[in-house]
T-cell receptor, first 106, second 114 residues
Framework: GIQVEQSPPDLILQEGANSTLRCNFS?????LQWFHQNPWGQLINLFY???GTKQNGRLSATTVATERYSLLYISSSQTTDSGVYFC????????FGKGTRLSVIA | NAGVMQNPRHLVRRRGQEARLRCSPM?????VYWYRQLPEEGLKFMVY????????ESGMPKERFSAEFPKEGPSILRIQQVVRGDSAAYFC????????????FGPGTRLTVT
């Protein structure tokens, strides 16, 4: 089945810093989603982005389907951005990466 | 528009008991998916259902686990004779259309087996 790799596995940022999270996948996909799992365990949809670029406030994402990767950009990070960021691709069913654990410190 | 609802949010069971987890999809969604998250890991697919049908159960353990999505009411994930290794967070997701389509997740049920 498809493999999904996320990097880095852990990231510590000072509040206000920018970051880029990466998701590589081993085969072509029809769907790619980014999620934020907050410290309370809830999964929040960030982007549905099988290709192209989208922006939502301080977050943006780009998927280059032909090169099999997606990037999540977080600008001006805040402590509320802390948690685990998951990339998931649709290989029927949805296959998740292991996540990037982000800690934003004040 | 209410999101995906799951209950209970926390469930404690002794070894050998049964666990029943409920999921109500978003309004207008007829596709439901169950995932399991073990501590410090990503989510793993278990089963995909539409109303009254199991579409894909390739991720379900062969024994003790079953799922249904009746014509009326929520989807149920049932775990019989729970063991400590079943302790995990169980998430339900729903989508409007058949895969591939954006999935929306519920808050999860945290099952602890003592």
């Amino acid at each position: 089945g498809i493999q999904v790799e996320q990097s880095p596995p852990d990231l510590i940022l000072q509040e206000g810093a920018n970051s880029t999270l990466r998701c590589n996948f081993s085969d072509s996909v029809n769907n790619l989603q980014w999620f934020h799992q907050n410290p309370w365990g809830q999964l929040i949809n960030l982007f549905y982005i099988p290709s192209g670029t989208k922006q939502n406030g301080r977050l943006s994402a780009t998927t280059v389907a032909t090169e099999r990767y997606s990037l999540l950009y977080i600008s001006s990070s805040q402590t509320t951005d802390s948690g685990v960021y998951f990339c998931a691709v649709d290989d029927t069913p949805l296959v998740f990466g292991k996540g990037t654990r982000l800690s934003v410190i004040a | 528009n209410a999101g995906v609802m799951q209950n209970p949010r926390h469930l404690v069971r002794r070894r050998g008991q049964e666990a029943r987890l409920r999921c109500s999809p978003m309004k207008g969604h007829s596709h439901v998916y169950w995932y399991r998250q073990l501590p410090e890991e990503g989510l793993k697919f278990m089963v995909y259902l539409q109303k009254e049908n199991i579409i894909d159960e390739s991720g379900m353990p062969k024994e003790r686990f079953s799922a249904e999505f009746p014509k009326e009411g929520p989807s149920i994930l049932r775990i019989q004779q729970v063991v400590r290794g079943d302790s995990a967070a169980y998430f339900c997701a729903s989508s409007y259309r058949d895969q591939p389509y954006e999935q929306y997740f519920g808050p999860g049920t945290r099952l602890t087996v003592t």
